[in-house]
Structure formats: structure tokens, C-alpha cells
């Protein structure tokens, strides 16, 4: 008889946990297509242009599009000799129809980021089409520049007949390909886009560091005053985010410039006998960004230090423990989850920073965001500016699987 009721207890209990998922099942349908709207709304605004954007890290549309023909020549081709007669008729027909379709632009300028001076080459044969002569035309693509006869361009040619490829997302991280397909570090002189990221990751760590130092005593003080100060304290420190990110920076520029408040009063005060070079320097975007990250490094902090008991303190104390070791072993300890949860915002905030570094901050200073800027705005490179992107979102995501692993989301505390 027990061994009976044994084996019909998980029964039951597996009974009345599906009938219970049952009953839940219409409020969750219901709380579902409530959110289903802003789902939608984030897909299409915030996810889709994301992706579609990331895509153009791959996306290698150009060649195949204007030389399909000389791509077919080169299907059978070696790699390791001048191709024959037959691949050169056929990029002369691709540039011709490239020439009246407006399109040898843009394959001189997608062959360009692989091969310099491959844009001028481009242009100068659809220039001189016209006056090629009937016969051979490998000597005449020659007289032109001898490096068509180089086996080493073509293999680029064939090689982006692909309609996807790595080259941007290698270049992203200071590796390139040879003309056998193999993959290695770039030459020393075209290598930056690892500085730019170790440069990038060394600012943010350098303010999430001078954001923890002003923002935990700063949370501290307003935890423990009174009501009406508190208040008065913490609309101070609201008060930045009220205003926009570029006045922010602005000011800051007015501040650090050579004539500008700072100098002048370290001059006043007899701190200093000349102006200092405070604008343009790692000081200076430092600075500014430590100001404009503050407050988020300083309210989560101050949400979980309201939440500790006050008599704990006191506790500590009365059993003999000097203020000092009370707070480090006792206080300090409760206010992690607020710490980590400050310092991952500002340190994945400060990964993305453009305006800042652009305004205040020197050659030296400029960070991957303005790079991605650039390559956009400037050079038109959307596969470079994808490909750098999808580096700096794979470091973000990265550091906060990481973070995860080590401090556990339980307890990351933002409010």
C-alpha cells in the first residue's frame, strides 16, 4: 500500500503542475500580445537596421556584379601565371558595359581596399577602351600598367567572386590575406585597428576608475544625510543628465582650452607658471567623459546603500570593531552588487563614446566609435564601419558574459 501511494505522488504532482500550466496559459497569451507591439517596434526600429547594417561586414556585392565575365574566364584559371587571352576579352567587355553603366567606380574603389592604386588602374583602362586596338589585348592591358600581367591582382579579382568574404572582418583585427588564401598578420605600418581597440578598452577602464573614486564617496555622503540635503544632492547630481551630451562636452572644451577657465586659475593661484596643454590630450577626454558617467556610476551605487540597514554600523561598532574596519568589512561589502552594476554602464557606455574624444581629445585619443564614424561619414566604407562595429559589439557582449560569469546577475543591482 506505501509503495503504491509512492508511485501515484509524482503522478499527481505532474497532474496538477500541467493543469496549472493550463490555467496560466490564457494570462500568458494575454500579457504576450500586450508586449507583442513594442516587440514589433523594437524589431523594426532597433534590431533590423542593426542587423541589416552588420551585414555589410561580409556582403561583397561589387565585383560579382560588374565582371561576371572575366569571373567566368578565371574559373579555370591557375593562379600562378598571367591568365590567357580569354580573361583579359572578357574584363574589357565588363569595364565597357561598367563604363556606360556608371558602375567602374565602385569596383575601382571595392579593388582599391585590397590592392592599392587598383581604382586609377580601373579608370584608366575604361579611359582608354576606345583606343584598344584589334588583336591581343594582354600587351595592351601591359602598356597600360605592367601590373596587370601579375598573377597576384587577378587572384584578387578571383578571389572576391565570392558573394560573401572575410577581408573586412580580418582587417577589423590586423590580418589580411596572402595570394595562396592564407591568413596572417598585416605589415606593422597598416596594423592600428588593435591599438585603436586596446586604446579604446584603456580609456573606458581608466573612467569607470575615476567614476567608481568620485561616484562611491559621493553616494556615501548623500546616503547618509539627511532628507532635505539628500534630495538637494542627488538633483545635483541629476542635473547633468537633464542637459544635452554635446553642451557637456562643449563646455568642457571652454573649460581645458589654453585660455580658457582652468589654466586661468591655476595662473591665478600661482599653481602653475604657464599654461598647460589641457585640451586635445588623454587629461582632457578623460575628464570629460569622468563627468558626464558619473551619475551613472553614482545611483546605483546610492540605491543599493539606501537599502543597508543603518544599524549594522552601529552593531559593529558596539561589538568593538574601529570605524574603519566596520566599513570595510561590514559596509563596503554590501554595496558590490550596486559597485558592479555602476561600473559595467559606465564602462560599456564609455566603449561607444564618438563626441567626447572627437572634441576633447587629440589624434592619440580618438577611439574605435570615431573610426566606425569616419568610415562612414568620410570614406563611404560601409564594410569597414560594419566589420568594426561587429568588433566592438562582440567586446561589449564579451565583457558582459564575462562579468556575468564572475559577479552573477543576481546581484547587479540598478536601481
Known amino acids: 500500500m506505501t509503495q503504491t501511494l509512492s508511485l501515484a505522488a509524482p503522478a499527481a504532482h505532474a497532474s496538477l503542475d500541467a493543469a496549472l500550466r493550463r490555467a496560466e496559459r490564457p494570462s500568458r497569451l494575454r500579457a504576450f500580445a500586450l508586449a507583442l507591439p513594442a516587440l514589433i517596434f523594437l524589431i523594426v526600429t532597433f534590431a533590423a537596421p542593426i542587423g541589416l547594417f552588420l551585414t555589410a561586414a561580409v556582403f561583397n556585392p561589387e565585383v560579382r556584379a560588374v565582371l561576371p565575365q572575366t569571373l567566368v574566364a578565371l574559373e579555370g584559371w591557375n593562379g600562378r601565371s598571367t591568365p590567357g587571352e580569354e580573361a583579359f576579352i572578357a574584363l574589357a567587355a565588363d569595364l565597357a558595359r561598367a563604363k556606360k553603366d556608371n558602375t567602374a567606380a565602385a569596383l575601382g574603389k571595392r579593388l582599391n581596399y585590397e590592392s592599392a592604386g587598383m581604382r586609377s588602374r580601373i579608370m584608366s583602362v575604361v579611359r582608354h577602351l576606345g583606343n584598344f586596338k584589334d588583336g591581343a589585348l594582354a600587351p595592351q592591358f601591359a602598356a597600360l600598367d605592367p601590373v596587370w600581367a601579375s598573377p597576384d591582382l587577378w587572384t584578387i579579382i578571383k578571389r572576391n567572386a565570392s558573394p560573401l568574404t572575410a577581408y573586412y572582418l ?174 559595467l554602464m559606465t564602462f560599456i557606455l564609455s566603449l561607444g563614446y564618438y563626441i567626447t574624444p572627437a572634441l576633447v581629445g587629440g589624434p592619440r585619443d580618438q577611439m574605435i566609435s570615431n573610426f566606425i564614424a569616419n568610415y562612414i561619414n568620410r570614406d563611404l566604407n560601409w564594410g569597414m564601419a560594419a566589420a568594426l562595429a561587429c568588433l566592438l559589439l562582440v567586446m561589449t557582449l564579451s565583457i558582459y558574459l564575462v562579468f556575468l560569469r564572475l559577479v552573477g546577475a543576481e546581484r547587479i543591482k540598478l536601481g
Not at 581597440?197 to 568620485?214: E, F, P, Y
Not at 564617496?217 to 534630495?231: D, F, G
Not at 556610476?297 to 566596520?326: C, D, F, N, W, Y
Request: net charge positive; aromatic share 6%.
Open 170 to 343: 580580418l582587417t577589423s583585427v590586423d590580418l589580411g590575406q596572402d595570394a595562396s588564401g592564407g591568413v596572417g598578420r598585416v605589415e606593422e605600418s597598416q596594423a592600428v585597428f588593435l591599438d585603436i581597440l586596446g586604446r579604446t578598452l584603456w580609456i573606458a577602464g581608466l573612467v569607470t576608475v575615476a567614476t567608481l573614486a568620485l561616484g562611491f564617496p559621493t553616494a556615501y555622503i548623500i546616503s547618509l544625510a539627511p532628507a532635505r540635503t539628500a534630495s538637494f544632492l542627488l538633483l545635483l547630481v541629476l542635473l547633468p543628465l537633464w542637459t544635452s551630451l554635446l553642451v557637456r562636452t562643449t563646455a568642457w572644451v571652454v573649460l581645458l582650452q589654453t585660455d580658457g577657465v582652468i589654466n586661468q586659475a591655476l595662473l591665478a593661484l600661482g599653481i602653475t607658471t604657464q599654461k598647460l596643454q589641457l585640451i586635445l590630450t588623454r587629461f582632457g577626454t578623460v575628464t570629460a567623459m569622468t563627468h558626464i558617467q558619473l551619475p551613472f556610476t553614482i545611483l546605483p551605487i546610492l540605491s543599493v546603500m539606501k537599502a543597508i540597514p543603518e544599524g549594522q554600523m552601529r552593531a559593529a561598532r558596539s561589538l568593538g570593531a574601529p570605524p574603519l574596519r566596520a566599513f570595510w568589512r561590514v559596509y563596503a561589502p554590501q554595496t558590490l552588487p550596486g559597485v558592479a552594476a555602476g561600473c
